[in-house]
């Protein structure tokens, strides 16, 4: 009885993972694990396989299911189940287990060892894909579904920062998070670790990555504020991707997370409220000495810094061209040396404010800002802002406090965005330094071209980041945050 059993288990053993005769009407080159995982016909995301022949997807293995169905009608065998990584052969139903099809899994689900990491910007190996592209890892294009460039600019950004890019392609990082009940902004953290083990994948089958699935959470947790059909504002998008990242990673205001590890610095913010400009010189006088309206300072954190552009002048030369103004970047940084004063305006009230910085990040952001809001539309001012590309230093920014004990304050640019055309319309692109090469690239969708630094300057750059110099010991203690 016991021989019986032995045979009968080595007979299911071998049903279970027999040699498929079919392994060789798999087409790579049809595959595409970038969609949402939802079964072509019945739209369900239960129980998803992929048929490897013609790289639909269709739910179930059992009889009448749509995979089996689909096996039966137009003779495609090999399905690989999206959920379990565990491939079939249908109709016949048994799993296959073949070391051939190891590449079919990592491109599905791409995983980095700590090694592979730590060797990312030290190198600058072109791989190729299965489709006969070169490419570089992290210098992959990104699908413009319909109008999302806005987005993808940021998502590329963001994916040439080393702490954040290594933290989010080791899913051990972050698994561990807890999240209340019914919280669906861990999905965004889940889909942007995806989306960074894609685009630095080295086995892919084609040298560009579709952002779909990463947009589609973009949209649930945005609750539709920003769309993959409508054009939006990369500032806008960036700042709400940041802290909701921040929070959905456990971040608070006391509390730390990889995001504010890499890019929150601190400001001083003085701030001085005006008297109403209607009211005589003496009331105005009078108000100036009580204390409503004596200095105030508070500090601030702070994720980004916004320049402020000189007004764009209206006047033409004698050709009756527009002349497009420049302006030197420390100009604009002039804002954040703690005696330049600015009025803001809200809807009762005016202020005198001045800013100083107390604490700069790892990684600084800036955003430049190109659009102003009138009532009824917005303006673009295309002042072209002239900036070095490496040894910004930003010390005299800082309070004397600050100076003291920040040792390094210099910083070179790592990624610059820039927004071409009308306001509501226009194209966004992106330039990235690839770390490993030291080389520029510009990229705009799927169009990935290299570039000489020089010609990025001569951009409408809108936002900015810059990498401190020697910041890798600040930042590569990102195990957990």
């Avoid at 954040?164 to 953290?189: A, K, Q, S, T």
């Amino acid at each position: 009885a016991l021989e019986d059993r032995l045979i009968r288990g080595r007979v299911t053993e071998d049903r279970r993972s027999r040699h498929c005769p079919y392994l060789d009407t798999i087409n790579r080159s049809v595959l595409d694990f970038d969609f949402e995982k939802l079964c072509s016909i019945s739209l369900s995301h239960i129980n998803v396989y992929a048929c490897l022949i013609c790289g639909k997807y269709f739910q179930g293995r059992g009889l009448k299911s749509h995979a089996y169905t689909h096996s039966v009608q137009f003779t495609h065998h090999v399905f690989l189940n999206l959920h379990t990584l565990k491939f079939y052969c249908l109709p016949d139903n048994y799993e296959i287990i073949d070391s051939s099809l190891e590449d079919i899994t990592y491109v599905l689900k791409p995983t980095f060892t700590k090694q592979h990491i730590a060797g990312l910007d030290k190198q600058g190996k072109l791989y190729r894909a299965y489709d006969g592209t070169t490419y570089l890892p992290g210098i992959v294009g990104l699908n413009n579904i319909k109008a999302n460039d806005y987005a993808n600019v940021v998502l590329q950004a963001f994916s040439n920062v080393p702490p954040l890019r290594n933290y989010f392609l080791e899913e051990e990082n972050y698994r561990g998070i807890r999240r209340p009940p019914g919280d669906i902004m861990f999905l965004l953290v889940q889909r942007f670790g995806e989306l960074m083990r894609k685009l630095w994948n080295p086995r892919n089958f084609k040298a560009h990555v579709s952002p779909h699935e990463m947009l589609q959470a973009v949209v649930l947790c945005s609750k539709k504020n920003f769309q993959i059909t409508k054009q939006g504002d990369a500032v806008d998008f960036m700042t709400w991707f940041l802290n909701a990242l921040h929070g959905a990673l456990g971040g608070t205001k006391k509390k730390t997370s990889i995001v504010t590890k890499a890019f929150q610095g601190s400001m001083r913010i003085f701030s001085k409220k005006l008297p109403h400009p209607d009211l005589l010189p003496e009331e105005k006088e009078a108000l100036l000495l009580t204390e409503e309206y004596q200095e105030q300072m508070s500090e601030s954190t702070f994720l980004f810094l916004t320049l402020d552009l000189p007004t764009a002048p209206l006047y033409k030369d004698e050709k009756e061209q527009l002349i497009i103004p420049q302006v030197p970047l420390f100009n604009i940084l002039g804002k954040f040396n703690g005696n330049t004063e600015k009025e803001y305006k809200t809807y009762k009230e005016n202020f005198l404010k001045r800013f100083q910085l107390t604490k700069l990040p790892p990684y600084l952001i800036f955003c430049i800002k190109r659009f102003t809001k009138n009532n009824f539309f917005v303006e673009k001012n295309p002042t072209i802002v002239n900036f070095p590309i490496t040894n910004v230093d930003l010390r005299e920014y800082l309070t004397e406090e600050a100076q003291a004990t920040e040792k390094n304050t210099t910083y070179d640019l790592v990624a610059n965005i820039v927004h071409d055309g009308k306001p509501s319309e226009g194209a966004y692109r992106i330039h990235v330094l690839h770390h490993g090469t030291g080389k520029w690239y510009e990229m705009q969708d799927l169009q990935v071209t290299d570039i000489l630094p020089q010609m990025i300057t001569l951009s409408e750059a809108y936002i900015q980041i810059w990498k401190r110099q020697e910041s890798d010991d600040d930042t590569n203690n990102h195990t957990g945050a």
